[in-house]
T-cell receptor, first 115, second 112 residues
């Protein structure tokens, strides 16, 4: 186990709703990255937070937003849910933003279904 | 534009055989190449990784071969076991961008 915990494990929402996913990073890790993993595909980078600031973003629209708290836990918020948002959302923590950021420790993910 | 291409999509190997998964990348800014193993219902877990200044890295039954000029790298699993049955992802990390780019994964089935 990595020590990265995500909640909830499963979630069902309807199109147009909003959702908040939560992540507690591994002890000592100050960087959190969020990934979207569609069925049968590899994880796609959404964004990264370092010391409560967004530190890089992938090709996702602004309705995907996040927060990082002083204890380094993080939230992923998705507004105006679309059917294509159905996926496994993975949180990964890492030690820093430079050389030590390369090793990602993933949680088990939140499976989001949008109906 | 897919920056990391992985093949094959699925692989079936007999117990004791060698499993080989290949990846190719395009961006020469990538400077760290990890492989992740993912079991159903779990997140990916770092398995082994290599930097581009090394051509091969071995950890137990797992070996990464890296060809910088061809921009290709591969994972070899020796003496494959049924417990190795999982989905394997190659990835490439760009230190300047601070993010990892993943391949689409290979589902490995090791038959007893």
């Amino acid at each position: 186990e990595t020590g990265v915990t995500q909640s909830p494990t499963h979630l069902i929402k309807t199109r147009g709703q909003q959702v908040t996913l939560r992540c507690s990073s591994q002890s000592g890790h100050n960087t959190v990255s969020w990934y979207q993993q569609a069925l049968g595909q590899g994880p796609q980078f959404i964004f990264q937070y370092y010391r409560e600031e967004e530190n890089g973003r992938g090709n996702f629209p602004p309705r995907f937003s996040g927060l990082q708290f002083p204890n380094y836990s993080s939230e992923l918020n998705v507004n105006a849910l679309e059917l294509d948002d159905s996926a496994l959302y993975l949180c990964a923590s890492s030690l820093g933003v430079t050389a030590t950021n390369e090793k990602l420790f993933f949680g088990s993910g939140t499976q989001l279904s949008v109906l | 534009q897919q920056q990391v291409k992985q093949s094959p999509q699925s692989l079936i190997v007999q117990k004791g055989g060698i499993s080989i998964i290949n990846c190719a990348y395009e961006n020469t800014a990538f400077d760290y190449f990890p492989w992740y193993q993912q079991f159903p219902g779990k997140g990916p877990a770092l398995l082994i990784a290599i930097r581009p200044d090394v051509s091969e890295k071995k950890e137990g039954r797992f070996t990464i071969s890296f060809n910088k000029s061809a921009k290709q790298f591969s994972l070899h699993i020796m003496d494959s076991q049924p417990g190795d049955s999982a989905t394997y992802f190659c990835a490439a990390y760009n230190t300047n961008a601070g993010k990892s780019t993943f391949g689409d994964g290979t589902t490995l089935t090791v038959k007893p």
